[in-house]
């Protein structure tokens, strides 16, 4: 209806076994994908499955109303200095509903892992985007292609 406030939705994060996960691995290939090529991560499906599926690379699922509308890759690096959890990234559509659940989801399983950090990798916007969440830059990543060793040539 016009002029009236928008309900906001219910937000559901959760946390799937690796079995559980693997029901949508496809689903996720699709998202994830493109976010991973920013990174210094490349999966084929398969390779995703096989991650997920060892419990190496964790996903947590974010909803509304039931719907599926976001997700984050986890793993947990040892860095020397104690174990940090990586999130290698996020995606997803609406994020203002969920942001908040999925960084307290997050902090509750870095506790529970023993993890001494939060590491988010992402591209620019998820800088301002974290930072309300009290996220600083800790490193900047640079990256130049090297002739005929990129799909550019």
């Not at 210094?40 to 190496?56: C, I, M, P, Q």
């Not at 020397?80 to 960084?103: C, F, P, R």
Request: proline fraction near 5%; charge should be negative.
């Amino acid at each position: 209806m016009d002029g009236m406030p928008r309900q906001s939705p219910d937000v559901r994060i959760d946390s799937p076994a690796p079995l559980a996960a693997m029901e949508d691995i496809d689903r996720y290939y699709d998202w994830f994908s493109p976010a991973l090529d920013y990174f210094r991560y490349t999966y084929t499906k398969d390779e995703l499955a096989a991650d997920v599926s060892s419990g190496e690379i964790m996903i947590v699922r974010a909803y509304l109303d039931d719907e599926p509308v976001g997700a984050c890759l986890l793993r947990g690096v040892d860095t020397g200095d104690g174990l940090e959890l990586l999130v290698m990234a996020i995606v997803g559509e609406q994020t203002e509903y969920w942001q908040a659940a999925l960084d307290e989801t997050l902090i509750g399983l870095a506790t529970e892992l023993g993890a001494k950090y939060l590491t988010v990798e992402g591209r620019e916007g998820w800088r301002r985007r974290l930072a309300a969440f009290g996220y600083t830059i800790h490193s900047v990543v640079m990256r130049k292609p090297i002739r005929g060793k990129t799909n550019g040539q």
